[in-house]
Antibody, heavy 117, light 106 residues
Framework: EVQLVESGGGLVQPGGSLRVSCTAS????????MSWVRQAPGKGLEWVSV???????YYADSVKGRFTISRDNSKNTVYLQMNSLRAEDTAVYYC???????????WGQGTMVTVSS | SYELTQPPSVSVSPGQTASITCSGD??????ACWYQQKPGQSPVLVIY???KRPSGIPERFSGSISGNTATLTISGTQTLDEADYYC?????????FGGGTKLTVL
């Protein structure tokens, strides 16, 4: 079965760091564009970052310089390292696969990140 | 930065047709897609490449594009279609979502 499972969310203090993970099954992450999308409580979807199959990475302006996307091919896992966290980074973080042209066809269940003192 | 504009809410009676629009500069030169999200659930892709429907998505969901406006149409709307709907497109190497439309079926 093709699926994505996120983990690593939790409560972190402002200015702190956290790494969330996304483990894939049924397909290979390195052969796909993989993205992180977040959703603050009661708000809409906000794109965060993407890693291309060739390793290039891109970020939303709101997280550039603070967040880093990466992958471990041996673990078939994509990561999002989040540093200098702010209250406004509080959200459910979803991992998604771009498996069809220009769209995300597979989404994980999400992992909640709360930035609060 | 690139923006996609959706109406905040749309209401429709059961069995009727619902239309949700998404507009953006030069959207006609890009591919638009649509996601359905129900409370507490992850988004589900319902339309991609403007008009294509993924396997498993009911035929009552359709997409169209005219100029710089993409439209998601739900024919014979059912109560289970009540959800938030988001359009999305790529702008260079970044992804943009519309603000979302809450579809109410009543």
């Amino acid at each position: 079965e093709v699926q994505l499972v996120e983990s690593g969310g939790g409560l972190v203090q402002p200015g702190g760091s956290l790494r969330v993970s996304c483990t894939a099954s049924g397909f290979t992450v390195s052969s796909n564009y993989m993205s992180w999308v977040r959703q603050a409580p009661g708000k809409g979807l906000e794109w965060v970052s993407v890693i291309y199959s060739d390793g290039r990475t891109y970020y939303a302006d709101s997280v550039k310089g603070r967040f880093t996307i990466s992958r471990d091919n041996s673990k078939n896992t994509v990561y999002l390292q989040m540093n200098s966290l702010r209250a406004e980074d509080t959200a459910v973080y979803y991992c998604a696969r771009k498996g069809v042209p220009d769209a995300f066809d597979i989404w994980g269940q999400g992992t909640m990140v709360t930035v609060s003192s | 930065s690139y923006e996609l504009t959706q109406p905040p809410s749309v209401s429709v009676s059961p069995g009727q047709t619902a239309s949700i629009t998404c507009s953006g500069d030069k959207l006609g030169d890009k591919y638009a897609c649509w996601y359905q999200q129900k409370p507490g659930q992850s988004p589900v892709l319902v339309i991609y490449q403007d008009i294509k429907r993924p396997s498993g998505i009911p035929e009552r969901f359709s997409g169209s594009i005219s100029g710089n406006t993409a439209t998601l149409t739900i024919s014979g709307t059912q109560t289970l279609d009540e959800a938030d709907y988001y359009c999305q497109a790529w702008d260079s190497s970044t992804v943009v979502f519309g603000g979302g439309t809450k579809l109410t079926v009543l």
